[in-house]
């Protein structure tokens, strides 16, 4: 049976815990700056305007989109632009359990959490739709953390 939220309960943004665990080696201002830019792409997303978000990822960034590995800015831009024509899709994004786990290169942060979907349904209540396991990698650059690798997969597996 799916979830319903009442419309009074939607964020105008991806709603988001402010408390980074951040794990040996990594800088918890670091974090923050990176969960910034992970709220500003489901933003973008859910706002209905995900082809602004490109700038968010480098050059050579890597992105899990339904089940489709892309590679490279121009793979990216094509599924952004291809999510916001779907204009009668209207979601939230909810990030929950975020932590950013021990940093080994001292340059990279990764962040990794539950990403709860919800989409609106024809009677204008939000339906979960899905859960998923995320990581996301960021890169500084010269203007400012950007995404490198973002992968999601099913939280559970599909029940048989």
Known sequence: MATRCPPSATPKEPAHDTAHRAGPG??????????AVLVEFLAAID????????DLFTEDASF?????????????????AEREA???????????NETAPTNDTREAVTL????????????GQYVTDRVLD??????????GWRITSRHTAPFHPPVA
């Open 26 to 35: 990594v800088d918890a201002g670091s974090a923050a700056a990176c969960h």
């Open 47 to 54: 706002h209905g305007h995900a082809s602004t978000a490109l």
């Open 64 to 80: 899990t989109a339904r089940g489709q590995e892309l590679r490279g800015r121009e793979p990216i831009s094509r599924f952004l």
């Open 86 to 96: 779907e204009t009668d899709r209207q979601t939230i994004h909810l990030i929950a």
């Open 112 to 123: 990794d959490a539950v990403l709860v979907l919800l989409v609106r349904s024809g009677d």
């Open 134 to 143: 995320t990581t996301q990698q960021f890169m500084p650059t010269h203007t």
